[in-house]
């Protein structure tokens, strides 16, 4: 009699604590026969990413929720109210700021500075090239999109790096693209967009620097192909 009282206690704890994103996310992986790593394959976020919002060492993005909300079957506001203040649904006045100092320290010391390695880059460029090739295809251009302009509006941010990024945007939205070079254009927004965490987003604004390096390693390439971006 005593150990079903008990049970019944625990039960009525459990049913009433509140429950984590990750206890949320972790339980539809499950539901759905899938694994971390399947569900970082399904939204294209790095395996890494989706572990730490898992276990609660990073605060999930709006952007990550809309795609757990997708791959997941979980309503998008079931996400939210969970998640409550976890979620990175903007960003505050000052964040202009911060990418104006992104760009300068990337002004001042230039890409290899804080690619502070040469595997470093060469991750970056490997990263490029599987968005690339995801940039050809169908479900790829879909994505850009799609996606873009929400991922720009998350950011709330300014300054010559997100203006490069809406020039690129709008020239791979341009008819007069050729097929090679929206392929390039796509690989950078893509890497933008995927949030592929060589160097972790939520480290910010340094969480940035890798897809400022993406943009320029691509920037290079068109130029070099004799066309501007």
């Keep these: 009699m005593r150990n079903a009282e008990e049970g019944s206690r625990v039960e009525t704890f459990e049913s009433s604590r509140k429950r984590s994103i ?6 539809h992986i499950q539901k759905n ?11 294209g976020i790095d395996v890494a990413t989706v ?8 605060q999930p993005k709006l952007y990550h929720l809309q795609l757990f909300s997708r791959h997941l079957n979980i309503p998008l506001d ?6 409550g203040e976890e979620a990175e649904v903007g960003r505050s006045e000052g964040d202009d700021r911060m990418f104006d100092a ?9 890409d290899d500075r804080w690619a502070d390695s040469r595997s470093t880059r060469a991750r970056i460029e490997q990263e490029l090239a599987k968005c690339e090739q995801y940039a050809k295809t169908e479900e790829g ?5 799609q996606e873009f302009d929400a991922k720009i509006a998350q950011l709330n941010g300014a300054g010559p790096f997100i203006e490069r990024l ?17 392929a390039l254009l796509g690989s950078a927004l893509l890497y933008f967009i995927l949030s592929v965490d060589i160097i972790p987003d939520y480290i910010f604004p ?21 066309h501007s971006a």
């Design 22 to 27: 990750g206890e949320l996310i972790k339980d």
């Design 102 to 110: 992104l760009d300068k320290m990337l002004e001042t010391f230039g």
């Design 78 to 83: 079931k996400l939210i109210e969970t998640s």
């Design 51 to 58: 572990s730490r919002i898992v276990n609660g060492k990073q």
């Design 206 to 226: 340094i969480g940035y620097v890798d897809d400022a390096i993406a943009v320029n390693i691509v920037t290079s390439r068109l130029n070099a192909q004799g």
């Design 141 to 145: 251009h879909r994505l850009i999109r």
């Design 33 to 43: 026969s899938l694994s971390m790593r399947k569900l970082a394959n399904l939204c």
């Design 166 to 182: 809406k020039r690129m945007y709008g020239r791979y939205c341009d008819n007069s693209a050729t097929e090679d070079e929206r």
